[in-house]
């Protein structure tokens, strides 16, 4: 007697099963659009914060400006700290608070324009800087 091939096309089956095609197999498809995919080493903790929300930015009494901003997503590495940056021509911008806070007051002469952003940090990190707002408009 000479011994068969298994078919290929056949699932195998086991004693006590019904024979047939085996389930299929889920396949994970990419990760939503708002959502940043995990680095390969599958370690979320090396992921930036989002950027954070565009600043909006009022006035505060005399010499100072409120500035408020929406939270980054965590998608990965905590925020630990905001940096806000001023600029007094809207192109050389320096740090002038960092915060653990969404609202700084910041002091700001009442006859200058302004510029602000926001950049969130985390240990893996610095985020994009967010949109900037000019002050006043």
């Given at each position: 007697v000479k011994?068969?091939?298994p078919d290929p096309t056949e699932s195998p089956s086991t004693p006590g099963?019904?024979?047939?095609p085996s389930s299929p197999t889920e396949v994970p498809g990419p990760a939503p659009e708002y959502q940043t995919p995990p680095p390969a080493d599958g370690?979320?903790?090396d992921i930036p914060p989002?950027?954070?929300g565009k600043p909006t930015v009022r006035r505060s009494g005399r010499k100072y400006v409120r500035v408020r901003?929406?939270?980054s997503e965590e998608l990965g590495s905590p925020v630990t700290r905001y940096l806000i940056y001023r600029s007094k021509n809207g192109t050389s911008f320096s740090v002038v608070k960092r915060t653990t806070d969404r609202t700084v007051r910041v002091r700001a002469a009442k006859k200058n324009t302004y510029w602000f952003y926001v950049v969130a940090?985390?240990?893996a990190g610095r985020s994009d800087r967010?949109?900037?707002t000019k002050y006043p408009k």
């Amino acid at each position: 007697v000479k011994p068969t091939e298994p078919d290929p096309t056949e699932s195998p089956s086991t004693p006590g099963s019904t024979p047939g095609p085996s389930s299929p197999t889920e396949v994970p498809g990419p990760a939503p659009e708002y959502q940043t995919p995990p680095p390969a080493d599958g370690n979320v903790n090396d992921i930036p914060p989002e950027k954070p929300g565009k600043p909006t930015v009022r006035r505060s009494g005399r010499k100072y400006v409120r500035v408020r901003w929406q939270a980054s997503e965590e998608l990965g590495s905590p925020v630990t700290r905001y940096l806000i940056y001023r600029s007094k021509n809207g192109t050389s911008f320096s740090v002038v608070k960092r915060t653990t806070d969404r609202t700084v007051r910041v002091r700001a002469a009442k006859k200058n324009t302004y510029w602000f952003y926001v950049v969130a940090d985390s240990e893996a990190g610095r985020s994009d800087r967010s949109s900037t707002t000019k002050y006043p408009k």
